[in-house]
């Protein structure tokens, strides 16, 4: 749906240049839900505003849906952005139009008769769940309602490409989970694939089916949800994870624990793989070795877990021996040292 080939973008200002995508390259499939996480100023809204066309690539080439984005005229990007719907963080609704105005705005744009808009615009707001606010104005909604009519909006014109620039950073946490709830829905029922783009790992962990994590303009890390975040490989994406799951205690907590534990300190990493983890517990017993629960976190991705859990293991050194040497053979172990 979107395929981005060792695209750049430098800004120029005076003598400075300022590289804010720096030669990714990613492909995003039809049909799915696509998140680009990173810092406040990683390149994410200049790589959304390059695949919109709002921006001109400095290097590479860039297709929507098989248009041609990058290197095009203004009026051929105007046809190609047609396949895409955008929403944005401050909605970016007119306030002196209802909203049923709103949603109509793109339809007139697109030089749709009258019946047909009004009929388009009872659809969308049936669909996003605001049929009874026709009349209303922007100013007498919620931020979730606000951005349910921009969501309205943006697939008034049937695109197949939805892109979520923070879509819901201005919105609580329970309203948040709505609105991503919708996005689900767009994606499920209508087939639109979606591109997010977030700060925020609970947005990633709640919809999106693969993920690209940005720093400074480039991809660090992409791959399949669960896959990039149960098993993080750089150190941006361990902080991401880490917002969400308590990860293998750092050497102060380390220090605390061992004053508060007198048995073998181990931590150990959950994934939905290993289950025989907990065959290796349930025989703890036999070997005259036992153990308590004393840090830890999990989390669920996808539908599958992660995480990590650090035990107390007591018993004699043989017999603790022979358990970590077990556990080693069935998960990652690592001894909790201050
Ligand atoms: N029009 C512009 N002119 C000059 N520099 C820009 C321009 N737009 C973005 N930048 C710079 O490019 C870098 C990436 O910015 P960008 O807004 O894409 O990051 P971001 O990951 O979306 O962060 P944020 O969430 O804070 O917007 C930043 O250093 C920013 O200052």
Redesign the pocket.
């Known amino acids: 749906m979107v395929v981005i080939e060792n695209v750049s973008k430098v800004?120029k200002?005076g003598k400075e240049n300022?590289t804010?995508v720096d030669n990714v390259s990613l492909t995003v499939r039809r049909g799915e839900i696509f998140a680009i996480i990173?810092y406040?100023?990683?390149?994410?809204?200049?790589?959304v505003r390059l695949i919109n066309g709002l921006e001109s690539v400095s290097e590479g080439t860039l297709t929507v849906a098989g248009h041609r984005i990058s290197g095009q005229k203004e009026s051929a990007l105007r046809e190609a952005r047609q396949n895409i719907g955008m929403i944005f963080q401050q909605f970016n609704l007119m306030n002196s139009r209802t909203i049923a105005g709103n949603i109509e705005f793109p339809l007139k744009v697109a030089g749709w008769d009258k019946a047909k808009r009004r009929a388009r615009v009872q659809e969308m707001l049936e669909f996003v769940g605001l049929g009874d606010r026709a009349k209303y104005y922007p100013d007498q909604l919620s931020g979730g309602q606000k951005q349910r009519v921009g969501i309205a909006r943006a697939l008034a014109t049937s695109p197949s490409l939805l892109l979520a620039d923070?879509s819901t950073s201005a919105l609580d946490p329970e309203t948040t989970q709505e609105v991503l709830g919708l996005l689900k829905k767009v994606n499920d029922e209508l087939g639109i694939t979606v591109v997010v783009i977030t700060?925020e790992m609970d947005v990633v962990s709640s919809i999106a089916d693969r993920v690209a994590v940005?720093e400074k303009?480039k991809v660090v890390e992409m791959g399949n949800v669960y896959d990039v975040f149960s098993n993080p490989q750089t150190d941006v994406a361990r902080r991401f994870v880490s917002t969400t799951v308590k990860q293998a205690p750092n050497a102060f907590e380390a220090a605390e624990l061992k004053r508060r534990h007198r048995g073998y300190l181990v931590n150990i990493e959950i994934t939905e793989g290993n289950t025989g983890i907990g065959k290796v517990l349930s025989y703890l017993g036999n070997r005259g070795v036992h153990f308590n629960i004393v840090q830890g976190g999990l989390e669920t991705l996808q539908g599958k877990s992660y995480g990590n859990l650090t035990l107390e293991l007591l018993g004699d050194i043989t017999s603790l021996d022979a358990v970590v040497a077990e556990l080693a053979t069935v998960t990652t172990v690592k001894e909790v040292r201050s």
């Open positions: 800004f200002s300022l804010a990173g406040s100023g990683a390149g994410k809204s200049t790589l923070e700060h940005m303009g």
